[in-house]
């Protein structure tokens, strides 16, 4: 199975700071990568679908880039809404495998 | 508009069974592959089945982890998907989670405790 690495798993952050993460796949996964938003009590909500590539209706905050092994996800103005946790997705080859999380907190 | 609604879950003994169910609507459920996805307490994701459409022959995929003691399922007339959980061990206890294909749309979740 592909591991996903996520780092860092947790980052204390302030409102307007930009937020960088980064999710490292064992192989090449090309673009196949998605973002996930989870709020605590929630479900799993997607933002960013094949690496770079906006969900319907996300803030243009969120961005995501890469490809290959390497992958981003940033957000450009932390807004207090925003805290939760991040988990990256590889879908290239089964099991579809996701990374451990990033969890995002308040300074 | 989209909505994934789980629900059978509860508390049950290790090697009992369990059988968790999904109602799809807001789109062509007989179109769309399903999976389960899963959340122990205070940990990430874990892909656990996914079952794909007719045309597909229905062909169903399993985590290592629930391989020979899962079955997932789909009733296309009910736009129902199952997860049918046989021999449970306490490392099953998660929240598990209904979602289509992308992964775009996720229920609200299911919690799926076992415990002596």
């Known amino acids: 199975d592909i591991v996903m690495t996520q780092s860092p798993t947790s980052m204390s952050i302030s409102v307007g700071d930009r937020v960088t993460m980064n999710c490292k796949a064992s192989?090449?996964?090309?673009?196949?990568v998605d973002w996930y938003q989870q709020k605590t009590g929630q479900s799993p909500k997607l933002l960013i679908y094949?690496?770079?590539n906006r969900y319907t209706g996300v803030p243009d905050r969120f961005t995501g880039s890469g490809s290959g092994t390497d992958f981003t996800f940033t957000i450009s103005n932390m807004q207090a809404e925003d805290l939760a946790v991040y988990y990256c997705?590889?879908?290239?080859?089964?099991?579809?495998?996701f990374g451990g999380g990033t969890k995002l907190e308040l300074k | 508009a989209v909505q994934l609604v789980e629900s059978g879950g509860g508390l049950v003994q290790p090697k009992e069974s369990l059988k968790i169910s999904c109602a799809a609507s807001?789109?062509?459920?007989?179109?769309?592959?399903m999976y389960w996805v899963r959340q122990a307490p205070g940990k990430g994701l874990e892909w656990v089945a996914r079952?794909?459409?007719?045309?597909?022959?229905?062909?169903?995929y399993y985590a290592d982890s629930v391989k020979g003691r899962f079955t997932i399922s789909r009733d296309d007339s009910k736009s129902m998907v199952y997860l049918q959980m046989d021999n449970l061990k306490t490392e099953d206890t998660a929240m598990y989670y209904c979602?289509?294909?992308?992964?775009?749309?996720w229920g609200q979740g299911v919690m799926v405790t076992v415990s002596s």
């Open positions: 192989q090449n996964v090309g673009s196949n």
């Open positions: 979602t289509r294909r992308d992964f775009d749309y």
């Open positions: 094949k690496a770079s």
């Open positions: 807001g789109f062509t459920f007989s179109n769309a592959a």
């Open positions: 997705m590889q879908s290239n080859s089964y099991p579809p495998t």
């Open positions: 079952i794909r459409t007719k045309p597909n022959n229905y062909a169903t």
